[in-house]
């Protein structure tokens, strides 16, 4: 049985097809995985682990709190840290809670190259004894502008512009 030249062009055609599947396979599975960037943003208690956070605090008087973030974004970031003093409650309907009202008590910036951490004590002082939040809103390259006022009427919105936040419930006497 003869071959006809259109079936030699195909099989030539589909064996270069395989061994180029088999080339980009191998090209393939010998690159790195792509991880999404993020940035990793937490706080300590005072022995440097995840545990005895400050809860009670005397009004007006600073306690330490150890914040930590940690820049996986594959590129040099600038962090702003807005620190606040928030009245919350609790909405048993949606069991989630709301934001009252907000009052800065202070602000951080780092900068940290790509796989760089940054460890530093805070202290927290809170003068206003109605509130029992602190929240630690973490922006990347700068915090918003004007469409997101940082005397918002509740503070929620500020909250929700954050790119990542943590926050500490506290009893201040």
């Known amino acids: 049985m003869a071959t006809s030249g259109l079936d030699k062009l195909l099989s030539w055609v589909l064996l270069i097809a395989v061994v180029a599947a088999i080339g980009l396979t191998v090209v393939l599975s010998q690159l790195p995985p792509r991880e999404e960037p993020f940035t990793e943003f937490y706080l300590l208690g005072n022995d440097g682990i995840a545990e005895d956070y400050l809860f009670d605090l005397r009004a007006g008087q600073g306690q330490p709190v150890i914040m930590g973030i940690t820049n996986h974004e594959g590129a040099p970031t600038s962090y702003v840290v807005e620190i606040w003093a928030a009245h919350e409650t609790i909405v048993a309907s949606t069991n989630r809670t709301h934001v009252d009202s907000m ?19 805070y202290a927290v002082t809170v003068s206003d004894k109605g509130a029992n939040k602190v929240e630690y809103l973490l922006f990347k390259s700068g915090v918003p502008g004007a469409d997101v006022p940082p005397a918002s009427v509740t503070g929620q919105d500020r909250v929700d512009a954050a790119y990542r936040n943590v926050n500490l419930w506290i009893a201040v006497n």
Do not use: C, K
């Open 103 to 121: 009052s800065q008590i202070g602000t951080v910036h780092v900068d940290l190259l790509e796989g760089q951490t940054y460890e530093q004590p």
